[in-house]
């Protein structure tokens, strides 16, 4: 999550662009409209059981590429940098750091 929302009119959630890259290389790249649900169907079937309030985020899985499908695993190690890019928002960048 980043310090951006966008209300439903600035973004296309039915064909959005969605990467990660660790450390400057390219580990997924999908799209919203290769989802097995789209996002409507998603609020309609989880409201139907919740109350769904302003602020509340749904999560979706993530598209192929995560560490733990590669042979062997590539999991995420201090001082590695994640940025995910999603199309009509922008990046987040965030370095991991033990304590």
């Known amino acids: 999550m980043g310090p951006l929302a966008l209300s439903k009119n600035l973004i296309d959630l039915t064909d ?13 790249d ?5 989802m ?4 409507p169907s998603l609020i309609e ?3 139907a059981g919740i109350t769904l309030y302003p602020g509340d985020v749904i999560v979706t899985g993530t598209p192929a590429g995560v560490g733990a499908g590669f042979p062997p695993p590539k999991f995420l190690k201090n001082n590695d940098t994640v940025t995910i890019k999603i199309s009509g928002i922008g990046a987040l960048v965030n370095k991991l750091a033990s304590k």
């Open 16 to 28: 959005t662009s969605i990467k990660c890259w660790v450390n400057d290389k390219l580990r997924q």
């Open 30 to 34: 999908g799209n919203t409209a290769l």
């Open 36 to 39: 097995i649900f789209d996002v």
């Open 45 to 47: 079937t989880i409201s």
